[in-house]
C-alpha cells in the first residue's frame, strides 16, 4: 500500500551511506517495540524488534536503540541498498495492541 | 511456512453497501489483528481475536465488527460503507502462547477497498 502520504517525513540517503530513522513513542509504560517496512502495494514487513529490558539489539544490517529516558527508538540501516527505499514505521506495544508511529519515508539514490 | 493472506485483495463498492473481508493467518498463529490503514490517519488498530473471541478493540464504530474462526482464521466485516472507509485493510497475526505476553505481529498484504 501507499500507506501514509502526503505529509511523510522523508529521509534521503546516498546508495552505500548508513540511515538512520527515528521515532518519538507516546507511552513510558510501553515494554515493546517493533520496526516495519512496508514496500508499496504491500504490507508492513517486520525488521527488527526491542523488549523494553534492552537498549540496544542488532539484525542483519539494522540497529535498533531505545532511550526510554527519552522515550525514543531509532532504526539504524548500515550500507544502505535501493531495496531499502520503503516507508518505515515503528510501533510500540503497551497492552495487546499496537501502536504505529506516522511513518518516514526512505528514499535511497545512487 | 506460508505468510498471512487475505481476500480479496481488491474490492470496489458503493456507500450503503457492506462488505467482508478474510485473513488466514500463519499457522500455528492464534491471535489476529485487524488494521485500517489511510493516508491520512496511517496504521490505526480495529481489533484483535484470540480464541474466538474479540480481546482488544480500536476507536471505530459498530459498523466495523468481526469474528474468528475455530480454525483461527478471520473476517472482518463493515456495514452501511461510508466514502471514507476507502482504506487499505492489514490483518496481522502472531503466535500468543501466553496471554499479555508480547509477540511480534506478522501482516498480510492487505485488501484495498475503494468506496465509491
Given at each position: 500500500?501507499?500507506?501514509?502520504?502526503?505529509?511523510?517525513?522523508?529521509?534521503?540517503?546516498?546508495?552505500?551511506?548508513?540511515?538512520?530513522?527515528?521515532?518519538?513513542y507516546s507511552?513510558?509504560?510501553?515494554?515493546?517495540?517493533?520496526?516495519?517496512?512496508?514496500?508499496?502495494?504491500?504490507?508492513?514487513?517486520?525488521?527488527?524488534?526491542?523488549?523494553?529490558?534492552?537498549?540496544?539489539?542488532?539484525?542483519?544490517?539494522?540497529?535498533?536503540?531505545?532511550?526510554?529516558?527519552?522515550k525514543?527508538?531509532?532504526?539504524?540501516?548500515?550500507?544502505?541498498?535501493?531495496?531499502?527505499?520503503?516507508?518505515?514505521?515503528?510501533?510500540e506495544?503497551?497492552?495487546?495492541?499496537?501502536?504505529?508511529?506516522?511513518?518516514?519515508?526512505?528514499?535511497?539514490?545512487? | 511456512?506460508?505468510?498471512?493472506?487475505?481476500?480479496?485483495?481488491?474490492?470496489?463498492?458503493?456507500?450503503?453497501?457492506?462488505?467482508?473481508?478474510?485473513?488466514?493467518?500463519?499457522?500455528?498463529?492464534?491471535?489476529?489483528?485487524?488494521?485500517?490503514?489511510?493516508?491520512?490517519?496511517?496504521?490505526?488498530?480495529?481489533?484483535?481475536?484470540?480464541?474466538?473471541?474479540?480481546?482488544?478493540?480500536?476507536?471505530?464504530?459498530?459498523?466495523?465488527?468481526?469474528?474468528?474462526?475455530?480454525?483461527?482464521?478471520?473476517?472482518?466485516?463493515?456495514?452501511?460503507?461510508?466514502?471514507?472507509?476507502?482504506?487499505?485493510?492489514?490483518?496481522?497475526?502472531?503466535?500468543?502462547?501466553?496471554?499479555?505476553?508480547?509477540?511480534?505481529?506478522?501482516?498480510?498484504?492487505?485488501?484495498?477497498?475503494?468506496?465509491?
Amino acid at each position: 500500500g501507499e500507506s501514509v502520504g502526503l505529509h511523510l517525513p522523508t529521509l534521503s540517503v546516498q546508495e552505500g551511506d548508513n540511515s538512520i530513522i527515528n521515532c518519538a513513542y507516546s507511552n513510558s509504560a510501553s515494554d515493546y517495540f517493533i520496526w516495519y517496512k512496508q514496500e508499496s502495494g504491500k504490507g508492513p514487513q517486520f525488521i527488527i524488534d526491542i523488549r523494553s529490558n534492552m537498549d540496544k539489539r542488532q539484525g542483519q544490517r539494522v540497529t535498533v536503540l531505545l532511550n526510554k529516558t527519552v522515550k525514543h527508538l531509532s532504526l539504524q540501516i548500515a550500507a544502505t541498498q535501493p531495496g531499502d527505499s520503503a516507508v518505515y514505521f515503528c510501533a510500540e506495544a503497551n497492552t495487546d495492541k499496537l501502536i504505529f508511529g506516522t511513518g518516514t519515508r526512505l528514499q535511497v539514490f545512487p | 511456512k506460508a505468510g498471512v493472506t487475505q481476500t480479496p485483495r481488491y474490492l470496489i463498492k458503493t456507500r450503503g453497501q457492506q462488505v467482508t473481508l478474510s485473513c488466514s493467518p500463519i499457522s500455528g498463529h492464534r491471535s489476529v489483528s485487524w488494521y485500517q490503514q489511510t493516508p491520512g490517519q496511517g496504521l490505526q488498530f480495529l481489533f484483535e481475536y484470540f480464541s474466538e473471541t474479540q480481546r482488544n478493540k480500536g476507536n471505530f464504530p459498530g459498523r466495523f465488527s468481526g469474528r474468528q474462526f475455530s480454525n483461527s482464521r478471520s473476517e472482518m466485516n463493515v456495514s452501511t460503507l461510508e466514502l471514507g472507509d476507502s482504506a487499505l485493510y492489514l490483518c496481522a497475526s502472531s503466535l500468543d502462547p501466553i496471554a499479555g505476553t508480547r509477540e511480534t505481529q506478522y501482516f498480510g498484504p492487505g485488501t484495498r477497498l475503494l468506496v465509491l
